[in-house]
Nanobody, 127 residues
Framework: QVQLVESGGGLVQAGGSLRLSCVAS????????MAWFRQAPGKEREFAATISRSGGTTHYADSMQGRFTISRDNTKNTVYLQMNSLKPEDTAVYYC????????????????????WGRGTQVTVSS
């Protein structure tokens, strides 16, 4: 079965950077779009970024545009989220998700589109 394992979370000061990774197994990676969502304490899970199966298109939530970069390495079955200029409000559990689709990233921001989720990695940004 399809499995996703996130890593790279941790504690960082405001203004700092982190790179999250998500390794996928049990699938033909190039058939799947990948996404990152996040959930802050006491809040709903929200969309962060998504990337098409080829990596040719990406899409970001407005609050993350310009600070976060999603990328993928199809030779390693891995998707990344580079997070720069982190703010305390970025504190959340970050989840990787995947869907078997060839649609462009701009159409893939809805949480209920995704079939498989990782367990998440905690990111804490101190002020």
């Amino acid at each position: 079965q399809v499995q996703l394992v996130e890593s790279g979370g941790g504690l960082v000061q405001a203004g700092g950077s982190l790179r999250l990774s998500c390794v996928a197994s049990g699938l033909t990676f190039t058939d799947y779009a990948m996404a990152w969502f996040r959930q802050a304490p006491g809040k709903e899970r929200e969309f962060a970024a998504t990337i098409s199966r080829s990596g040719g298109t990406t899409h970001y939530a407005d609050s993350m545009q310009g600070r976060f970069t999603i990328s993928r390495d199809n030779t390693k079955n891995t998707v990344y989220l580079q997070m720069n200029s982190l703010k305390p409000e970025d504190t959340a559990v970050y989840y990787c998700a995947t869907k078997r689709t060839g649609l462009p990233a701009q159409t893939l921001s809805q949480m209920d589109l995704y079939d498989t989720w990782g367990r998440g990695t905690q990111v804490t940004v101190s002020s």
